[in-house]
């Protein structure tokens, strides 16, 4: 890696982190066109190299939320029970069965356009009867975390992404979904880089993270993430609902136009 790569993974992780943690997104999922289009990184090592970057760059936001009293609660625990188990299993997944990229990207497309557009609609034009959808059970809530594991295994994706709209869209405050949303992604990245590490042991071809690149984007999204967990508390609610519609929006737009390429 050159210092200027590293520079601009650096860059790359620290905009994105801040734009994104005060929502419950690790950013991931933004980096991921940026590691294969701009810095050259290889499949299947792109993914592994994205769970390095979550691991080291959620600890910036996840400390902040800390010291604020936001990280506590239930919801934390069961994103985490069902994330763990699903994350390793779609490292496996990737490595020995190697699924297209085409489906998953058009499932992220028309997953999150109609969510993101939806939850946009809802925060500017509130139901009139005042009526608040209800959360989701525990056990609906730790299979979603267990289906987003998987996905987050295969394809090196931030929880928080799929996670974060799905909740705030079932009438979860954004304040407890982010803390909760990031804490499950640092867990589940890092059992995921962890599996990526041993299973490159035994099987060929790119399956070890890019090091130094995945250290450098990590750097720059842990500063991100602490300036964006900051930011959280002086953002309206209304603001928080509109920027995570507004992410969901733009990452299936971006899945949906790699999918058409592809």
Not at 22 to 32: D, E, K, Q, R, T
Not at 54 to 75: D, E, I, K, Q, T
Not at 101 to 127: E, K
Request: include cysteine.
């Amino acid at each position: 890696m050159t210092w200027s790569t590293g520079l601009l993974g650096f860059l790359a992780g620290l905009l994105i982190s801040v734009a994104t943690a005060p929502v419950g997104v690790s950013g991931a999922v933004f980096l991921l066109p940026v590691q294969v289009s701009v810095l050259g990184v290889p499949s299947p090592a792109v993914t592994p190299t994205n769970l390095l970057y979550n691991v080291v760059s959620c600890p910036g936001a996840l400390l902040r939320y800390r010291n604020s009293g936001l990280l506590r609660g239930r919801l934390t625990g069961l994103l985490v029970m069902g994330a763990v188990p699903g994350v390793v299993a779609g490292a496996v997944i990737r490595v020995f069965a190697v699924p297209g990229p085409a489906v998953f990207r058009l499932f992220i497309a028309v997953l999150l356009l109609p969510l993101g557009a939806w939850l946009c609609a809802r925060t500017l034009r509130p139901s009139r009867r005042g009526a608040v959808a209800a959360p989701p059970s525990p056990r609906a809530t730790t299979g979603l975390a267990l289906a987003v594991g998987v996905a987050g295994g295969v394809y090196g994706i931030g929880g928080g992404s799929l996670l974060g709209p799905i909740l705030v869209g079932r009438g979860v405050p954004v304040a407890k979904v982010a803390p909760a949303a990031l804490a499950c992604t640092f867990v589940t990245s890092l059992a995921g880089a962890a599996t990526y590490a041993l299973l490159s042991l035994t099987a060929t071809g790119d399956i070890a993270p890019d090091w130094a690149l995945g250290l450098a984007c990590g750097l720059g999204g842990l500063c991100g993430g602490y300036l964006g967990a900051r930011l959280q508390p002086r953002l309206p609610e209304t603001a928080l609902r509109l920027l995570l519609g507004g992410l969901a929006l733009g990452i299936g737009t971006l899945y949906a136009v790699q999918a058409l390429r592809g």
